[in-house]
């Protein structure tokens, strides 16, 4: 990791005027970090914004007082974070093959690392939904690229989307996507209303939209829809912000998109350029700053009005 450049001005591709509010007026592309072999897996925790080296086996923390330091060395090769209800961290662990939860006292619990008695193939990213459930993608990222985990036998058959009950053992974990082939499921983010589970399948450069439902056995996924398809390469972590728009991770920076009703294609509002790819991206608690992490960088943009 190498001391940050200087800012530079934020540069937005705007298709619709209406993109041009969500950003601050004369934001910088602000570089807080850069030398990364793989950055990815950004969230706030509280006022610090921490992330991965996914390669270098590195969790990294950047605040506005204390700037930007490793964190965790070794870190098992995590991939992406999120933060639970209760302000607890939340990790996809490409290394363990489980999802993992940092506990008030600085420990790490496996949430989930099993299903059916298999090894998960390595979790990838995941989501809290409003009533504490975790949901999380599956690929085989960890076991094929060396670099990027421990390696290992696929014992799971597919790459799938999971959700791990907030009850614990009593639900335990099920399976959302079993009708569904998704060669690299990736990022994913609920709509506002959590009726939509949004994921992206980086291998085929797609955003799908799931409906969810109910049956007797608890939440369920109904039949996908593309959503949209990234037409400045690969799809990888996404973000809905509070109006429902989705933010998607792709090769030139940040794709803004507005949802239309499912089964039809969302809007493209714009694209907000990045000097390198995207991997993934975090709102901060209070939605004015986004961070972003490219491969090798990562940036901080301030917002303007996102809520509407």
Request: avoid cysteine.
């Amino acid at each position: 990791m190498t001391a940050p450049s200087a800012n530079a001005a934020v540069e937005l591709e705007a298709l619709e005027e209406s993109v041009r509010a969500l950003i601050a007026h004369d934001a910088k592309l602000r570089e807080v970090a850069s030398g990364g072999s793989w950055f990815e897996g950004p969230a706030w925790v509280g006022e610090s914004l921490i992330w991965s080296d996914v390669v270098e086996n590195q969790l990294l923390v950047w605040s506005r007082k204390g700037g930007t330091r490793t964190w965790i060395d070794p870190s098992h090769h995590q991939n992406g974070h999120t933060v639970d209800g209760e302000g607890r961290l939340l990790a996809a662990s490409h290394g363990e093959r489980a999802v993992v939860r940092r506990e008030r006292d600085g420990s790490w619990r496996i949430v989930a690392d099993l299903t059916d008695g298999k090894r998960f193939n390595s979790p990838n990213d995941l989501v809290v939904a409003s009533d504490g459930a975790v949901w999380f993608t599956d690929p085989l990222y960890g076991l094929v690229h060396p670099s990027e985990g421990f390696g290992g036998e696929q014992e799971v058959a597919g790459t799938h989307v999971y959700r791990v009950d907030p009850r614990g053992m009593v639900g335990g974990v099920t399976q959302m996507t079993k009708q569904v082939t998704m060669p690299a499921p990736n990022g994913l983010a609920f709509s506002p209303d959590e009726g939509v589970l949004y994921v992206s399948d980086s291998e085929r450069n797609h955003i799908l939209g799931f409906r969810l439902g109910m049956d007797l056995d608890g939440p369920r996924l109904r039949q996908p829809w593309l959503v949209h398809e990234t037409v400045n390469g690969t799809p990888n972590g996404i973000r809905v912000d509070p109006a429902g728009r989705i933010w998607s991770s792709s090769h030139a920076g940040v794709e803004i998109l507005a949802p239309r009703k499912p089964g039809k294609a969302a809007r493209h509002l714009g694209t907000l350029r990045t000097p390198e790819r995207l991997t993934n991206l975090a709102f901060s608690p209070d939605r004015k700053t986004l961070a972003l992490t490219g491969a090798s960088s990562v940036y901080l943009v301030e917002l303007g009005d996102i809520s509407a």
